[in-house]
């Protein structure tokens, strides 16, 4: 027979533990569905954050080429030192046949003179040393000999120093990978940043940015600054005359430049040369502290690092290669932090 006993209720407790969950959980649920969603960066911010990775893209930049500069000095000096050590084992190898002839020359006489024994031995230096105690040699064969030693010392040191640069140059190579993964990782962060405004904040920010190279460029050409004259004027006058020219990293002209790129490509077409980095520029000339004493036609070094350099271009404005994504132009000395002037 079937029971009719009645189900046992829940117990109190539990029936208030059930509730509780399930008010938490319609409450989760209505939060997370009313839940704002995450704010998109303004403009602004998009602007500043793409500033900081183009200047984080120029400091790499600027050790880069002081990768491939050192890349360049360190080829000709090994090639040179390679030339020597050739240039230098013909010599001893002609040495070494002379003496081949004369202990030839002996030996059919039927006798080989101990100095010719000497030249053919295994450790020269060991029976010279022997050799001269004895009296065996003449001032001459000595002399000779002498020239087969310090030929043989200059060609070992110089085949050790060019090992050393080989080296060198091995690992140069390795940072300068190092630093052009550094750059493109940087300008293409940036990229991805640029790429998440819409086509109206990339339009403004391309507006205001050219507004203000216009005020620059009136600013900086108003004439009550003294006209440059000399070497730094002529560095100046090939300056402007790129004006427009995009930004590369890592380019010194005629079509292109990074910021280290355009000051050494202008001075060139003065006949002047100077170092092709920033940092290096900045130890090229007298430095002048005061922004009151600058004349056009300095360097101008900005931020701490000294990773970015440009010319005075009068009335507190630089011309200058600013960055990925501009061109070369006029702006205000006061947008990055000034260090000193140089005067070349």
């Not at 000095?73 to 230098?88: C, F, H, M, P, W």
């Not at 040699?137 to 200059?154: G, M, N, P, T």
């Not at 060019?162 to 060198?168: H, P, T």
């Not at 190092?178 to 339009?203: F, H, P, W, Y």
């Amino acid at each position: 027979m079937a029971s009719h006993r009645r189900p046992k209720q829940p117990s109190r407790t539990r029936v208030t533990v059930l509730t509780t969950a399930a008010a938490a959980a319609v409450a989760l649920s209505a939060n997370a569905a009313n839940a704002a969603p995450s704010e998109k960066p303004s403009k602004d911010e998009v602007k500043a954050k793409v500033d900081k990775l183009y200047e984080q893209a120029e400091q790499a930049t600027e050790k880069l080429n002081g990768a491939e500069e050192k890349q360049d000095r360190l080829e000709k000096e090994i090639s040179t030192l390679q030339d020597n050590v050739a240039r230098g084992q013909e010599e001893l190898n002609e040495l070494r046949d002379g003496l081949g002839l004369a202990a030839a020359a002996q030996y059919r006489t039927g006798s080989i003179d101990p100095s010719v024994q000497l030249f053919l031995s295994a450790d020269p230096d060991d029976y010279l040393d022997k050799a001269s105690t004895m009296d065996q040699l003449s001032a001459q064969q000595v002399e000779s000999l002498k020239k087969v030693q310090e030929k043989q010392r200059s060609l070992a040191q110089q085949r050790s120093e060019a090992g050393e640069k080989l080296q060198d140059l091995a690992d140069t190579r390795t940072e300068l990978a190092k630093k052009k993964k550094e750059v493109q990782g940087r300008l293409a962060e940036a990229q991805k940043l640029l790429n998440s405004m819409t086509a109206a904040e990339k339009a403004a920010l391309a507006a205001a940015d050219a507004r203000a190279s216009r005020a620059s460029a009136r600013t900086a050409l108003d004439g009550s600054e003294a006209p440059v004259t000399g070497r730094a004027g002529s560095a100046y006058a090939a300056a402007q005359s790129v004006i427009g020219s995009p930004y590369v990293y890592g380019a010194s002209g005629p079509g292109s430049f990074d910021c280290s790129g355009l000051t050494s490509w202008a001075f060139a077409q003065a006949g002047i040369q100077i170092p092709r980095t920033s940092q290096e520029q900045a130890n090229a000339g007298t430095r002048i502290y005061s922004q009151s004493d600058l004349q056009v036609g300095d360097l101008v070094i900005f931020y701490s690092d000294h990773h970015h350099v440009g010319f005075y271009a009068g009335n507190g404005q630089v011309l200058h290669a600013p960055r990925s994504g501009t061109v070369v132009r006029y702006e205000s000395i006061d947008n990055m932090p000034f260090q000193f002037g140089v005067r070349i």
